[in-house]
């Protein structure tokens, strides 16, 4: 038996690479593989191990002051899922922009536990944002939440000016997937004078977890950052399939890389389109990757 964890913590790391040079030393001392970064606003960090390499990291991390009360996402797999154990530095744990207001340590958006949350969605007065990129959305959401139209989170605060600059005192709720970048999206809401803003507690992973909730009114599936690509959330019999297969539309939840290895871009694809198709996003794809495999 395998775990995953997902956490994050903003709190001051005052030598980043001093930092991540030790965290790579005890990650590769557990055999943990995943992604980590360091920042001098904090880390953030997705890994896998045995369950017993995973409880000793989480003691570690505990025993630091700085990480003693850091929350972690615990899933239950049956190997790694991820190739190597990746510990970076970076400028922002979330590549929002830095030159923006958007300091998680000053203020957010106030926080809903799961059961508040479903509450506040039924409730039906709310704006739902949802705070990831457009490929995630497409193979899972909240229902009736707003698709932003943004490639990287980067592009959000043009995003959020343009589309929601007149909703400054209307409730919204904002949700990700483990609850770090609403963190850095409510803040720099707030700072743009947004007075009614709300985040998932925990995110999409959390949630997906609590058992009164149990994962409802989430369709789709859940994107994540390692081999499994998407995870179930919504465990209740009211469960949608909202992803479309890029070449014929009908609903799939399975996301594919195109086989042509200059494009790879990710999409979703039916059965039978991912047979016609090669693996291909599209046919002027099928006949590049054709060379490329002689
Ligand atoms: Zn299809
Ligand atoms: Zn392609």
Redesign the pocket.
């Known amino acids: 038996m395998y775990n995953v964890l997902l956490y994050y913590q903003f709190v001051p790391i005052a030598d980043p690479e001093v930092f991540a040079a030790e965290h790579r030393l005890l990650c590769e001392s557990l055999g943990l593989r995943g992604r980590i970064l360091v920042a001098t606003e904090g880390l953030n960090g997705t890994v896998s191990g045995s369950v017993a390499a995973c409880d000793a990291y989480r003691a570690a991390m505990h025993a630091d002051s700085r990480f003693a009360s850091m929350v972690f996402k615990i899933d239950e797999v049956v190997e790694h899922t991820f190739k190597k154990m990746f510990v970076r530095v970076k400028q922002e744990l979330v590549t929002f922009r830095a030159d923006l207001p958007s300091n998680p340590i000053d203020a957010t958006g106030a926080r809903l536990t799961p059961t508040e949350w479903k509450e506040r969605m039924e409730r039906g007065d709310a704006i739902i944002i949802d705070g990831r990129t457009d490929y995630e959305f497409d193979i899972g959401h909240f229902r009736g939440a707003i698709r932003p139209d943004v490639e990287s989170f980067r592009e959000f605060p043009d995003w959020i000016r343009q589309n929601l600059g007149d909703k400054k005192d209307a409730p919204i709720l904002t949700y990700c997937t483990g609850g770090i970048r609403c963190e850095k999206l409510t803040s720099f809401m707030i700072h743009e004078g947004f007075t009614n803003v709300f985040q998932l507690d925990g995110g999409i992973v959390s949630y997906g977890k609590d058992p009164d909730t149990q994962g409802a009114l989430w369709d789709g599936k859940c994107y994540v950052f390692d081999e499994r690509i998407a995870v179930d959330i919504n465990h209740t019999p009211d469960k949608r399939i909202v992803g479309t297969?890029l070449?014929?539309a009908?609903p799939t939840e399975t996301y594919l890389n195109c086989a042509n290895l200059l494009c790879n871009r990710q999409h979703l694809?039916?059965t039978?389109?991912e047979t016609q198709f090669q693996q291909c996003c599209s046919v002027a794809c099928m006949d590049v990757a054709s060379t490329q495999n002689g």
Do not use: A, G, L, Q
């Open positions: 297969c070449h014929c009908s694809v039916c039978e389109c």
